[in-house]
C-alpha cells in the first residue's frame, strides 16, 4: 500500500513518473545518465543536444518514451524548434534540465578568444535561452526548471576563468529566477556538481598542462567522484523539486566559506601557474590556441 505522507507531498516515483522531462546536452555524462534513470522511474525524456547521432542511441536504448531532437542550445530558432517537437510529441512540458556545458583550459592571457567565448555563451546564455524558450509550458504546468551549475561558481580556480564565471552567473541566474516564478507555481532549483567521471572532466585531466594543474588539487576539491554519485544526487533532487542540489554534499558547506575562498586558492596556487604558464605558452606553441583549448566531445562540437 502506498503511503499517505508520499501521495501528499507528491515524493518518491510520483514527483517524474508520467511527467514529460527535457534534458539539454544529454548525448553522454550526467544528461544522458539522467534521461536513462528517469525514464525507468516512468518519465518520458525529450534529449536536446549537439551530438545527433549520440543523442539518438541513448534515445534508442531508453525506448518509446524518449525521443531525441538536434539543438544548439545557442540558437534561439533551434531551441523554438526542437521544444514545438516536444510538445507536439509528449504534450507539454514537466520539468526541464539546463544540463549542456562545455570547458576549455586556458589562460585568460592567451586562451584562444573563440573557445574562451563559447563556454560563457553555452554555459550561460544557453540556460537562459532554454529557460526562456520553455517557460511557457513549464508555466502552464507549474512544473520545474533545474540548471546544473558546478562546484566552478564557489571556487575559482586558474585555468578556469570562463567556466566559473559562466557557473557562478547560473547560480545567480536561478537565485533571480526562483523569486520571479514562485507565485506561478515553478520551481526552481541549481546544481553544484564538483568534479565527477565524464567525458569533459576526463579530457580536462588528458590535458598536457591543466591536467597536472588539477591533480595539484588538495583534499576534497580536487577528488574526482564516479557518475553514479552525480546521478544519485540529482535523482533526488529532481523528484523533490530542490533549490539547490550539491554534489557530494560537502559541496554546499563552502558556500559557509565562500568569502575565504579566494585569497586560499590564490595563495594555493602560486606555485603552480608560473610553470604552467610557460606550459600553457609553449603548448599553444605546439598545437596552436584552438587545440590547445578545446576539451572534451561536447566541446569539440559547440566550437566546431
Known sequence: MANPLSLLTGGGKNKVKGKVVLITGAARGIGAGLAERLAADGAKVALVGLEAEEQRAVAEKIGPSAHSWEADVTSWEALESATAGVVERFGGIDIVIANAGIATTGFVRSVDPAAFEKVIEVDLLGVWRTFRVTMPHVIERKGYLLAISSLAAITHAPGMANYSAAKAGVEAFCNSLRAEVHHLGVKVGVAHPTWIRTDLVDSADAHPVFGKMRAGMPGLIGKTYPLTVALDCLEA?????????HVPR??????????????????????LVPEADRGALEDIRTRGAREAAVTGHGGRAAIR
Not at 533532487?237 to 542540489?245: D, E, Q, S, Y
Open 250 to 271: 560537502w559541496v554546499g558547506g563552502l558556500k559557509l566559506i565562500r568569502a575565504f575562498l579566494p585569497p586560499i586558492i590564490e595563495i594555493g596556487s602560486r606555485k
Open 237 to 245: 533532487g529532481i523528484k523533490r523539486r530542490a533549490r539547490t542540489i
